[in-house]
């Protein structure tokens, strides 16, 4: 067998803007749906992407000045798609309180692009939110994951987070386990 190089195209990471509402929100639903979409029912996905992933509520994020969106663009993706990757943190976690840290920072997403998985766009945006956390004075970093999701958690455990908890994540009526992680800043 013979292995080619990979070409790799740059990435440029940069704060989403109004111009990105309707990306983000279509990134956001085909990657939630891509991961986890055959765990519910069509009316509990359906209600969940109507509440989550829609161009309203990502406008309404890129408003609050509590939450910040970082984007990865790869210029020229042959698919059409320029965002590859987004990076969902709010300043203040609004996670439930297992620890205790006073300024507890929140990684709420980190979604790839399903067709764009392993190009390096997760780690880059990780990197970012633990800097923004750092810059910020978070005493740490927080974020919520599936409990079922062995690949996001080993992910997540590279940068040191570690589970602090079980908790739920609702998805229609559907209630999900979830494992609360972090990691000391």
């Known amino acids: 067998m013979t292995l080619r190089p990979m070409t790799l195209r740059p990435m440029t990471l940069r704060l ?42 990502v406008a309404r994020e890129l408003a609050d000045p509590g939450m910040a969106i970082a984007v990865i663009e790869e210029p020229g993706d042959p698919t059409g798609k320029t965002i590859g990757a987004f990076c969902k943190i709010t300043y203040a976690s609004t996670l439930p309180r297992h620890s205790d840290a006073l300024a507890p920072f929140e990684l709420k997403q980190l979604y790839t692009d399903p067709d764009l998985v392993g190009r390096g766009m997760g780690a880059r945006l990780m990197d970012w939110a633990l800097d923004q956390a750092r810059k910020a004075g978070a005493d740490e970093l927080q974020l919520s994951v599936y409990a079922d999701n062995p690949d996001a958690q080993r992910f997540y455990a590279r940068y040191g987070l570690e589970k602090i908890a079980d908790i739920t994540f609702r998805v229609g009526d559907h209630i999900d386990p979830e494992i609360l992680m972090a990691v000391r800043l």
């Not at 989403?16 to 519910?40: H, S």
């Open 16 to 57: 989403a803007t109004a111009d990105d509402i309707e990306a983000l929100a279509d990134l956001g639903r085909r990657a939630f749906v891509a991961k986890f979409g055959d765990l519910y029912s069509a009316a509990n996905l359906a209600a969940f992407l109507a509440e989550s992933h829609t161009p309203e509520k």
